[in-house]
């Protein structure tokens, strides 16, 4: 008892089978067709003989052209630029990425983001997932960011540009109190501007103690449809830090809380993956339920070439040999 393994795998037996009938078909009409053609020579006159074998050879040179032809175009893989419209929680980030959204990433630079709870510090680790995020969004979508304290600091309107951003936030630095409120009030009225979906994202501590009241932004933003999606970087008992207020303004504007449990950058780069496509999809979701999309459709190019193919290869019961 023994087994082959073979490197060759069909993904779909029926097709391998009915090749192996088709070809069994056209051995016998080779045949068949053979004889005829033997027959016809003996009784037909010579003139109509050479007219009938004329006409043979053209049907002949136009089987094999087809079936060259239908080959070829089958083998480069043809198809139809098509549209449909996909729900956009079902959507992929490549359908995603033919639509743009606004998104403003905010960061806490308060003085109790110098812990070093998370390595090196809470400010240096929300810097690195502001940056990967940066980069994870997609080439339309426009990206602002807003550095903010006891106040709002450093500022940047949505924008395309995104090594100008990536450098601003990596020279951010530290400064007295917390204002969460204010920095989304900010924040919200900057993106209110922007036509489309648009999202905020969050990084921060969650130890809110000075400026606006967050109670009445946070219904604001709900009111208006704009998702708040909180990251907190910091360690629940360790400081100023406060994961219960980021997770309810989330829960409250149909955004998502993330923490922060690892601060090596290959755990963050995948954090950050997941982030990007649910901001995106919850930005595009304040929006449309739906998106048109852009698609190849394979199967009208490859019926219409089989098509051709079977009926090529079928002409062979006319043209004998």
């Not at 980069?135 to 807003?146: P, S, T």
């Not at 450093?154 to 936030?169: K, R």
């Not at 910091?234 to 303004?249: A, F, H, Q, V």
């Not at 339920?289 to 199967?299: F, M, R, S």
């Amino acid at each position: 008892m023994f087994n082959l393994d073979f490197p060759m795998r069909i993904e779909n037996p029926a097709y391998g089978l009915l090749g192996i009938v088709l070809g069994v078909v056209f051995i016998l009409l080779f045949s068949l067709s053979y004889k005829k053609l033997r027959i016809a020579e003996k009784r037909l006159e010579l003139a109509k003989w050479h007219t009938m074998r004329r006409v043979i050879r053209i049907i002949n040179v136009g089987m094999k052209l087809g079936v060259i032809l239908s080959v070829s175009f089958l083998l480069a893989t043809p198809y139809v630029p098509a549209t449909m419209e996909v729900p956009v929680e079902e959507a992929t980030e490549e359908q995603m990425e033919q639509y743009s959204v606004a998104v403003i990433v905010l960061m806490d630079v308060s003085n109790s983001m110098k812990a070093s709870d998370l390595k090196p510090t809470r400010l240096e680790v929300s810097k690195s997932m502001a940056e990967l995020l940066v980069g994870k969004m997609g080439k339309k979508d426009r990206i602002g960011f807003i550095s903010f304290a006891g106040e709002v600091h450093d500022t940047m309107l949505p924008t395309a540009n995104t090594s100008a951003l990536i450098d601003l936030i990596h020279n951010q630095t530290y400064h007295d109190s917390t204002a969460i409120g204010t920095a989304l009030e900010t924040a919200i009225g900057v993106i209110g501007a922007y036509e489309g979906g648009k999202a905020l994202v969050l990084f921060s501590d969650g130890k809110n103690n000075w400026g606006i009241n967050l109670t009445s932004v946070i219904s604001e933003a709900a009111t208006i449809k704009i998702p708040i999606f909180t990251v907190f970087v910091g360690t629940y008992g360790i400081g100023d830090s406060d994961p219960i207020i980021l997770r309810e303004m989330s829960d409250k504007t149909g955004g998502s809380f993330y923490e922060v449990r690892n601060e090596e950058i290959e755990s963050l780069a995948t954090e950050v993956s997941k982030i990007s496509k649910e901001v995106k999809a919850s930005a595009l979701k304040t929006v449309q339920d739906e998106i048109t999309v852009e698609t190849k459709n394979y199967e009208t190019p490859a019926t219409a070439l089989s098509v051709l193919l079977v009926a090529a290869l079928f002409l062979t019961w006319f043209t004998g040999v």
